[in-house]
């Protein structure tokens, strides 16, 4: 997982306004030696180990169940909805996801990296809650307590993405 590493989010990326508007945002990246289609990361993202879990648990605990087709429909731009996220905004090079309660954002952008590779990117952000007694944004406890277990999740998904990118069957 050392080749995944924390950077500032790129001031092109789509999660860029939510971290200037006092929202929590980071940003992870991986480096691919070989082009990959945008397509092709989300795909790998979705499609990862613990992702599947992540999918397979939101079906059970929101009723919203996924499939592996609706991630390849997903990836082609064929649907603007997929489990608990909905599409925010898509470039050709980047996605924006927003979960259904609208508090947290994902976001995953690729980038050519000289002749032969690719630079990928994932990023997350968390909208803060306006506390209605005072009428303040703030983050609430549970953010605090699992921002260290989100940073680490964060990176072991990015790193099964990135795995399933770098698998020889993924270069044929």
Not at 11 to 40: I, M
Not at 138 to 152: D, S
Not at 163 to 170: D, I, T
Request: proline content about 6%; hydrophobic content about 40%.
């Amino acid at each position: 997982m050392s080749s995944i590493r924390p950077c500032p989010l790129p001031p092109d990326a789509l999660l860029a306004g939510y971290a200037a508007g006092g929202a929590f945002a980071d940003c992870y990246t991986a480096e691919v030696a070989r082009p990959v289609p945008h397509g092709s990361f989300i795909e790998a993202f979705y499609r990862g180990g613990l992702m599947r879990l992540e999918r397979r648990l939101i079906g059970l605990a929101l009723s919203r169940p996924s499939t592996d087709a609706q991630v390849r429909e997903l990836a082609a731009g064929q649907t603007r909805e997929f489990s608990a996220w909905r599409v925010e905004h898509r470039t050709p090079n980047q996605l924006l996801m927003r979960d259904v309660g609208g508090r947290t954002r994902s976001w995953l952008m690729t980038v050519p990296e000289g002749a032969n590779g690719t630079r990928l990117y994932f990023g997350s952000a968390v909208v803060p809650s306006v506390d209605r007694a005072t009428g303040k944004s703030r983050m609430g406890f549970g953010f605090h307590a699992l921002l260290g277990f989100h940073k680490l999740y964060s990176r072991l998904l990015l790193g099964a993405a990135l795995a399933r990118l770098q698998a020889p069957e993924a270069r044929g």
